[in-house]
């Protein structure tokens, strides 16, 4: 530590000096603020997936089949018999259903994702520092001793 000496004044720590020759110490006191920062503190994510599963469903469908006989006959022919004795073709068509799968997609249930925005008081602690000046009134023979053994 460096020793301060001259108007009469000795002293452990070098302080500013006015020119009257007065010593002055600065208290120095801390003071705390206390700010605010975001961060993050969690989440959730949201992960969708298509999963499928088979389902059935029952339907009847028609269907046409056509027939051939033969069968034997004995009788007279008509006229109606002469008229259609000519060359020609038929044709029979066959018809049937088949089933047709048609697919609707209909929304069925919504995930509403938001944020609920709360307030919390918190009391935040923490030390701070200041200087303190004691002062003791010496007498003269207390001032000698002192010099003496700091000299």
Do not use: H, Y
Request: proline share 2%; hydrophobic share 30%.
């Amino acid at each position: 530590m460096k020793t301060a000496t001259g108007a009469g004044m000795t002293g452990t720590t070098e302080r500013n000096r006015s020119e009257s020759g007065n010593v002055s110490i600065p208290v120095i006191e801390e003071e705390m603020q206390v700010g605010k920062r975001a961060v993050e503190t969690g989440g959730v994510r949201v992960e969708t997936s298509i999963n499928e599963r088979p389902v059935e469903e029952t339907v009847t469908l028609r269907e046409e089949n056509v027939t051939v006989n033969r069968r034997p006959v004995d009788r007279a022919v008509s006229d109606a018999d002469l008229s259609a004795i000519k060359e020609g073709d038929l044709t029979v068509t066959e018809r049937a259903e088949q089933a047709v799968v048609a697919k609707e997609a209909r929304v069925v249930e919504e995930v509403v994702i938001g944020k609920e925005v709360g307030e919390r008081t918190e009391t935040i602690s923490d030390t701070v520092r200041r200087t303190e000046v004691d002062v003791e009134k010496l007498s003269g023979d207390e001032m000698k001793n002192r010099s003496n053994s700091a000299g």
